[in-house]
């Protein structure tokens, strides 16, 4: 057997306004709160499910460069254009990355600037 993703960790100044945010866009609850301010979100099963977790790791300043860590989301009970108006009602911002407006997805932000996509294809809920 191979290793599967269990855990993504996204560095953000906020992890209040993140978790709030990507709970929302993924249906995932809070599992944990450390200490230092960071949180782990996921599904309602926890950790080890078939989703892997997020840690909102708060960092004093943003790293430089590009983010390392990019999410691909697809919906799961509606088409893309309609996810595509809920995620930015949600506070989601499109980024531009040169896209030529013939992809089969969106290039979106978090409120925090980090890039995410917004796929075409829907999937079915777990």
Not at 80 to 89: I, P, S, T, V, Y
Request: proline letters at 5%; a negative charge.
């Amino acid at each position: 057997m191979a290793c599967r993703i269990s855990e993504l960790v996204l560095g953000c100044r906020d992890a209040e306004v993140l978790t709030r945010f990507w709970c929302e866009v993924l249906d995932f609850v809070v599992l944990d709160r450390m200490d230092d301010g960071s949180v782990e979100i996921g599904p309602r099963e926890g950790f080890g499910g078939a989703q892997p977790t997020i840690i909102l790791s708060v960092r004093d300043e943003p790293e430089p460069g590009k983010s390392r860590l990019h999410i691909d989301v697809n919906a799961t009970d509606r088409d893309q254009d309609a996810e595509l108006e809920r995620l930015l009602k949600l506070g989601a911002r499109p980024a531009d990355i040169g896209q030529t407006g013939q992809e089969a997805w969106h290039v979106l932000q978090d409120p925090e600037g980090n890039q995410f996509c917004l796929l075409k294809a829907r999937i079915k809920e777990l």
